[in-house]
């Protein structure tokens, strides 16, 4: 079954007349009928997309109709490497935060770094302090997600999000 959303806009980002399926649920939440009116948010009751939405806007998951502008260009008509320097301007935070329980907090938090940046050890590493300071979560660099709290492990995947 197919539902179309009629489009939300942001000052960078646009959804137009977007479908798709996956399991029932479409991204509903698109066009602002949950109530939500602020620019960038995305809100709306179980079920309703929330997450397919933003699946759909990153790319993990593809578009069955419709369009995700970014910055001008349809960023659903994009191959995968053309994708990847708009991936690098975007950060998202799943629902568990999704950190990776192999690696420490620096770590999970250089990532990003890592895959999409070409600094060195030294400057990805100061990179990651400045953030985890601006997450308050100094001197917690090498600690892993099963030694601290659920809040913290927020925090770290906020880290990861705004890094780049």
């Not at 197919?2 to 399991?23: D, E, H, K, V």
Request: aromatic share 8%.
């Amino acid at each position: 079954m197919f539902r179309t959303s009629p489009g939300i806009s942001t000052r960078r980002s646009a959804l137009t007349s977007c479908r798709t399926r996956f399991s029932g649920k479409i991204p509903s939440s698109a066009s602002g009928g949950s109530g939500s009116r602020v620019p960038g948010c995305n809100g709306g009751g179980s079920g309703s997309g929330k997450t397919v939405l933003m699946k759909c806007m990153v790319g993990l998951v593809e578009l069955d109709a419709g369009e995700v502008i970014f910055d001008g260009r349809n960023f659903s008509s994009l191959s995968f490497k053309e994708r990847k320097p708009f991936r690098q301007e975007i950060g998202m935070v799943f629902q568990g935060g999704a950190l990776f329980d192999s690696l420490n907090v620096e770590s999970n938090v250089m990532f990003p770094l890592d895959m999409f940046t070409t600094m060195t050890y030294r400057e990805k590493l100061k990179r990651v302090n400045e953030v985890l300071e601006r997450v308050n979560l100094v001197d917690t660099n090498k600690k892993f997600p099963a030694e601290i709290s659920g809040g913290m492990k927020k925090r770290v995947a906020l880290g990861r999000a705004i890094v780049l």
